[in-house]
């Protein structure tokens, strides 16, 4: 919030554009690791050094290979502005300490993710701190730019030393059983870069069409309908060990947890929807000042993109238990092509509105509508669907109640 007011829309704007083309590059870096390492560790626990020792190795050899690509990109791109391409430079480093946090899916698979909030709690505080000292110093905007590697850095270094320190095996690095894991998790980085695209295509394009300070507004609106987009991510991080145990044990379960989730982050998502479209600019004055005003109407938009959007990280959990998730990058590549459409037409004319009704209209179409029309993935539409009944929302939540109740 202070760091936006400070910077202003341009500025901010700025920083939201070189976030936009590293993005691009975190699905290649990532390797599809991210959505495949899980289960990989639930199916071989024997495996564990190895499989973390080579992940980690992979995700740090193509994340130094994706720098090199970032910069050589914003370089040519910004052949005649020096500070854009020193903030995309600096930015680009997220992508050595991004890499090294793959550690964190370990203690998902182990249950143990208090340990990652715990260190993300500490980690987000210091970072703050030196947001703060970078205000009360008054820097320009590219000590900004090392922000999010601090950040990140702090996470991936601490969660290795728990990890040592739980007395977990060794890493070690197989070059056979990483050519399996990336065999299995190709599909991913495809329809992962594809949703990197997604989420961040609107910033380019504002930026190229329209200019920093518009991107600044979408930016803020964006930020602001995600301030509590951890926990959704939270949720469902913690029932993608769940659902996968049960795939393997237990039918009725496996389908009633997918369900189950779908229930409570939609449920979730309606009520921030209301709370933010009735308040908007009760919450753009506080946060932003008058100075953001345009980003109003943007944030009334935008925050039910985030219902829609969520839908997706569970139906991608489902796609993978299914073995299904070669259907990923199709169903991404109709987005993709959707969004950069109606981007095309709406933000000549409406700007920042313009990229946030087309953002939600492709979520909508995606994730929601999309089910409906393929075939191969409309059994995961019924659970959402079932999920969404208020009946089922009504049994879920009082059973959810009762276990609480017992278990203190």
Known sequence: ??????????????????????????????????????????????????????????????????????????????????????????????????????????????????????????????????????????????????????????????LIIIYFKRGAQPFSFSFSLGKKMLARSKHFILASLLIHILQNIDRIMLTSIKGNAETGFFSAAVTTAALAQFVYVAIIDSYRPLIFSNKNTNIAAYEKNISGLYCIITYMAIAQGIVFTVFAPLIINILYGAEYSAAIPVLQVLVWYIAFSIMGGVRNIWLLAEEKQKYLWRINLFGVVANIVMNIVLIPNLGAIGAAIASLATQMFINFGLGFVMKPIRSNNVLMLKGLSPKFAYNFFKATALQLLKKH
């Open 1 to 158: 919030m202070l760091c936006a007011r400070y910077l202003g829309p341009s500025n901010y704007g700025l920083i939201n554009y070189a976030t936009a083309i590293v993005s691009f590059a975190v699905p290649i870096m990532r390797l599809g690791f991210d959505g495949t390492l899980v289960n990989e560790l639930i199916e071989h626990p024997e495996k564990e050094g190895a499989i973390m020792g080579t992940s980690l190795a992979m995700t740090l050899c193509s994340a130094i290979v994706c720098c090199f690509g970032v910069n050589a990109f914003a370089y040519f791109a910004n052949a005649d502005d020096f500070t854009t391409f020193i903030v995309c430079l600096l930015f680009s480093l997220v992508l050595i300490f991004t890499a090294l946090e793959t550690i964190q899916y370990w203690f998902q698979y182990k249950l143990i993710s208090k340990y990652s909030s715990i260190v993300m709690l500490i980690s987000y505080t210091i970072a703050s701190g030196y947001r703060v000292f970078l205000l009360v110093t008054e820097k320009s905007v590219q000590w900004f730019a090392l922000t999010n590697s601090l950040d990140i850095g702090i996470i991936a270094i601490v």
